[in-house]
Nanobody, 124 residues
Framework: QAQLVESGGGLAQYGGSLRLSCAAS????????MAWARQAPGKALEWVSG????????RYLDSVKGRFTISRDNAKNMLYLQMNSLKPEDTARYFC?????????????????WGQGTQVTVSS
């Protein structure tokens, strides 16, 4: 059974940084494209960033481009999201998600597994 466990969330000040981590288990991590998504209170789930299975391509939501960096370590079965220059509008619960094996895109929703999420709160 695939399992994704996020960590690293917390409270940050405007302009601060946080690094989210996601530990993957129960499947061959290096075979799957992955993504981070987020959900703010009262809002729909939103795709934030995606990365190909071998890390060769990454994509970002326009509002986080230049501030967030997605990366992965296939040897350690880990996915990361480095978040810099945080803004209050980044406040949300962040989810580590897995695209289906047959997926050819790394943009947008459409996951088959996701974790419980980690809360990120940015104060102004």
């Amino acid at each position: 059974q695939a399992q994704l466990v996020e960590s690293g969330g917390g409270l940050a000040q405007y302009g601060g940084s946080l690094r989210l981590s996601c530990a993957a288990s129960g499947f061959t991590f290096s075979n799957y494209a992955m993504a981070w998504a987020r959900q703010a209170p009262g809002k729909a789930l939103e795709w934030v960033s995606g990365i190909r299975s071998d890390g060769s391509d990454t994509r970002y939501l326009d509002s986080v481009k230049g501030r967030f960096t997605i990366s992965r370590d296939n040897a350690k079965n880990m996915l990361y999201l480095q978040m810099n220059s945080l803004k209050p509008e980044d406040t949300a619960r962040y989810f580590c998600t897995r695209y289906p094996l047959e997926a050819t895109r790394i943009v947008g929703l459409g996951y088959d597994y996701w974790g419980q999420g980690t809360q990120v709160t940015v104060s102004s």
